[in-house]
């Protein structure tokens, strides 16, 4: 691409910034701030993210027409006092109602004066996206020129498909200014210049990609802003999974080579995702706290560390909750774990309740051998105990079952599927194992070696019976996890999974759990989405099914 005839330079600036769903006088302020903060640094333009104005995604909110009243009087509020930047573009992602017609909306202004706007033109309706339900199509192109540039404007998934970037290019444009919120999964970012590359660079154009950053719900939004040249190289890269206002200059329509920020391994992008999504969960809602069952096994072990990570150490209390199968160096990890992490720690024996459920059922159970009954009834004494500390201090109780046990129903319902926040509900148990030594080797959160080396290494146990082992019930978790990931996360039939080289009867057994375990997990808290299928939104299957395949 060969630069625009002018020699200015000009001074794009990327808001990438933390927006609460709802909060339109807060996000309003986070707006101004940045334009304040870009307008110091010299720029020309600035961009924020898709609909920072109310946060993203607003779901239902956008079926309210208050939403639009409310959030049109505050953005008219906050853009007359842009007129203390008169030279400044902002790009400011907000919804619009005209009629009976509502859209996601770009809107740009110079100083107070208003520009133009553009409407989304592609609505995602896959995935954790359901765009149709609320919005209308967009259909014209919005340009507009700053020092002798073009600059076109499209929003999010307009970029997905070639359609908006050509329709720009046609309409003038020279370098696209994309307002976005896409939400995280692992290799996400890679994903991002891959598409941008297909449908915008290839047509010539520059490209400053602007996304929001923080946790929504079971959403976490990963920043991870960058600059393209017309030639599909990677210019600028902004931090992942942090707050940033960062400024990039162009010659023209030719980014200058500024600042790339280099990339994060899959675990500590996993590892980011969940102590923001934990930090935002509870810092956005107003829980004071949070409340951990300690097991001494490994997945309550990471939950602790990422909720002390996300948290602090004086938000988080632990609670072990030991009955008679509790073996020893349960009690002794729990313990240490607590100790190396600083965080209060309880131990409430369960025993004396178990037994008195024992002795209540024991006429209706006459002549009936123990089974998982007796199991469960442990599980939710528990359960019970964390939900009442819970509700008298106020702290938001975090599960601690991971994305293997909650396919396959290996959980128990009001038992520790009991509270509020599941914080690695999509993290296969393997992948548990993994950030557990990443989290012991690293020392982006502070020290290292927070987990015991015996949690990670000895044999998993739910810890309800005598010798009891999760492989007692289960297949390897190596097994385990690669059949559902291409059940579950890829769709693949069981013929396609044994084709693999799995062994079919275990093929059959984990999907035949998997469809088994749904009304279970319909039960079940929200919890992070790391992957790009989690259960929860990702995942629509009916609890009354009896389809085979």
Known sequence: MNPSSNDEIIRVAIAQINCTVGDLEGNAEKIFNAAREAAAQG????????????????????????????????????????????DLHCVIGHPTIEGTQRY??????????????????????????????????????????????????????????????????????????????????????????????????????????????????????????????????????????VEAIAVFEFDGAVPRPATIEPSLSL????????????????????????????????????????????????????????????????????????????????????????????????????????????????????????MALSNKTGRIVLTTGNKSELATGYCTLYGDMAGGFAVIKDVAKTLVYELCSWRNASTVFGKGDVIPERIITRPPSAELRDNQTDQDSLPPYEVLDGIMRRFMEEDESGAEIVAAGYAEADVKRVARLIKFSEYKRRQSPVGIRITHRAFGRDWRYPITNRFEG
């Not at 696209?176 to 939400?183: C, E, G, R």
Request: proline content about 5%.
């Open 104 to 241: 996601n909306t770009a809107s740009v202004w110079k100083g107070s004066t208003p520009i133009g706007r553009v409407h989304k033109r592609e609505l995602p309706n896959y995935d954790v996206f359901d765009e149709e339900r609320y919005f209308d199509h967009g259909t014209e192109p919005m340009v507009f020129e700053v020092k002798g540039t073009r600059f076109g404007v499209v929003v999010c998934e307009d970029t997905w498909f070639p359609h908006a970037p050509l329709a720009s290019r046609a309409a003038g444009a020279e370098v696209l200014l994309v307002p976005n919120a896409s939400p995280f999964h692992v290799q996400k970012l890679s994903q991002r210049h891959d598409v941008m590359r297909a449908n915008v660079t290839s047509a010539g154009l520059s490209l400053v990609y602007a996304n929001l950053v923080g946790g929504q719900d079971e959403l976490v939004f990963d920043g991870g802003s960058f600059v393209l040249d017309g030639n599909g190289h990677v210019t600028a890269q902004m931090k992942n999974f």
């Open 43 to 86: 720029a020309d333009i600035v961009v924020t993210p898709e609909l920072a104005l109310t946060g993203y995604p607003p779901e239902d909110l956008l079926l309210r027409p208050t939403l639009y009243a409310r959030s049109d009087a505050i953005l008219a509020a906050m853009v007359a006092r842009l007129a203390a930047f008169p």
């Open 267 to 386: 675990c500590e992008q996993v590892y980011r995702a969940l102590v923001l999504g934990v930090a935002d969960y509870l810092g956005k809602n107003g829980f004071p706290g949070a409340i951990i069952g300690l097991s001494g096994g490994v997945d309550s072990a990471l939950t602790l560390a990422i909720a002390v990570d996300a948290l602090g150490a004086d938000r988080v209390r632990t609670v072990m909750m030991p009955s008679r199968y509790t073996a020893d160096i349960s009690w002794i990890d729990a313990r240490e774990m607590a100790k190396r992490v600083d965080v209060q720690y309880d131990e409430i024996a369960i025993a004396p309740m178990f037994d008195a459920f024992r002795a209540q059922l024991a006429t209706q159970f006459e002549g009936l051998a123990e089974d998982t009954t007796e199991e469960n009834i442990q599980a939710r004494v528990r359960g019970t105990l964390l």
